[in-house]
């Protein structure tokens, strides 16, 4: 349900939800803005009331929410390994020709492509670098597989099955690297223990650098 709070500085828009699990209002801003979680019985009356009450937290933090990607069209710009390259639609295949991203699809086709595209260089690049990593940490996965996951980079099973997010292939190589060795490290500690940050650190000294790069820059790699 959408509802909107006049304020002194004008007015501000939110999404009320209900949750039967909720016992207190949640408040959350994304980058599609803001939303308020009630309990189920709760009137609504009372989302008006948190948004009122925290009013100067949620203008702080919705002025820090990222500008929006750009609609994705023929010259826009898409990361590849942490460089922007221009996107060429129309093209007759998909290929990376002379710095510039040339993709086989246009209008609705063009998102189709660009992902499938991804995904080709993603398995290959992935696979490399697993295998390379996977030697040096002595840690062997079962199998390495793909995934499109909204909010998550990568993930490990007990089984040994280490899933990479395809769209990875549009950040810095080290930033690549720090995703492989955080899910290889889980198939020694399936946790979060001292014992898998010491594994990691072990691996990769500047991890915390890496992994503050995917929460600033994460929301451009997931705009397609």
């Known amino acids: 349900m959408e509802r909107r709070l006049r304020h002194p500085g004008g007015e ?3 999404t009320v939800k209900r949750s039967a699990r909720r016992r207190s209002i949640g408040l959350k801003i994304a980058a599609d ?39 994705l069209a023929d010259g826009v710009q ?13 093209a007759r295949r998909s290929a990376l020709v002379d710095g510039a991203l040339h993709i086989a699809g246009d209008g609705e086709t063009l998102a189709p492509a660009l992902q499938r595209f991804l995904q080709r260089t993603a ?8 295998a390379l990593w996977a030697e040096r940490m002595a840690l062997q ?36 690297d720090y995703v492989i060795i ?5 198939l020694a500690e399936l946790n979060h223990s001292p014992r898998f940050w010491a594994i990691v650190e072990r691996h990769c000294p500047h991890w915390r650098d890496l992994r503050a790069w995917l929460k600033t820059h994460g929301h451009a790699l997931l705009a397609w």
């Open 141 to 176: 996965p079962a199998a390495i597989k793909l995934t499109s996951a909204g909010t998550r980079w990568g993930s490990c099973t007990a089984a040994g099955v280490v899933r990479l997010n395809w769209r990875l292939v549009q950040s810095p190589f080290d930033v690549i």
């Open 182 to 186: 955080h899910e290889l490290a889980h």
């Open 123 to 130: 398995r290959a690049y992935f696979a490399e670098r697993v």
């Open 78 to 90: 898409v990361g590849w390994f942490g460089k922007p390259l221009t996107l060429v639609a129309g």
């Open 12 to 14: 501000i828009a939110f």
């Open 33 to 71: 803005g803001l939303s308020v979680t009630l309990p189920e019985r709760a009137p609504l009356a009372d989302a008006d009331r948190a948004v009122s009450e925290r009013l100067g937290w949620i203008l702080k933090h919705l002025a820090k929410r990222p500008a929006p990607p750009p609609q």
